[in-house]
């Protein structure tokens, strides 16, 4: 099983929400990620975890706090986001072993900030 | 600092086609290699990865190549549908431990029936 979930697909919220995105794993991958992407441009990294500890965090704003509560589990906290921040997350993780060192990625929330 | 570059941006071609996308890098340093699908609105679909030690690989209709040296690698679609119809990413993943991809900013293909 190569999937990785993520909840909701869609989401909207107004600039003073609180929300979370989901991303879940069963491929015993030790490294998970969050991506934003806009629209024509390849995904940029925001945050990575290596063994549930943050190894990157890529000078995203603090309206963003992300969090790692076991191996198959990663959210993505979100709260006083800007209309700018509108975009498709994508969750993705990677395996550490050279069979598994593709990563894989998620369908993706296409979130909308109003 | 590694840069990525895909050409064309985009593509159009018949069905049936046998067609050729491009990737170039700057630094040799790299990992791996990975070769991305992504349909409109859609995540990431991996298609092929390439180890910096691989030459190539293979997976259907698709075949992609790695020439390190050169800082190149093309993916090959033979006898192309209109379901191939996507934009296509090619990212490098830096060696020494990084875990960020580097991507280059896709080609849109459009298969036309």
């Known amino acids: 099983d190569t999937e990785v979930t993520q909840t909701p697909k869609h989401l909207v919220m107004g600039m003073t929400n609180k929300k979370s995105l989901k991303c879940e794993q069963h491929?015993?991958?030790?490294?998970m990620y969050w991506y934003k992407q806009k629209a024509k441009k390849p995904p940029e990294l925001m945050f990575v975890y290596s063994y549930e500890k943050l190894s990157i965090n890529e000078s995203v704003p603090s309206r963003f706090s992300p969090e790692c509560p076991n191996s198959s589990l990663l959210n993505l906290h979100l709260h006083a986001l800007q209309p700018e921040d509108s975009a498709l997350y994508l969750c993705a993780s990677r395996g550490w072993e050279t069979s598994t060192d593709t990563q894989y990625f998620g369908p993706g929330t296409r979130l909308t900030v109003l | 600092k590694q840069e990525v570059t895909q050409i064309p941006a985009a593509l159009s071609v018949p069905e049936g086609e046998n067609l050729v996308l491009n990737c170039s890098f700057t630094d040799s340093a790299i990992y791996n290699l990975q070769w991305f699908r992504q349909d409109p609105g859609k995540g990431l679909t991996s298609l092929l990865l390439i180890q910096s030690s691989q030459r190539e690989q293979t997976s259907g209709r698709l075949n992609a190549s790695l020439d390190k040296s050169s800082g190149r690698s093309t993916l090959y679609i033979a006898a192309s549908q209109p379901g191939d119809s996507a934009t296509y990413l090619c990212a490098a993943l830096p060696q020494g431990g990084s875990e960020k991809l580097v991507f280059g900013k896709g080609t849109k293909l459009t298969v036309n029936p």
């Open positions: 491929m015993g991958h030790r490294a």
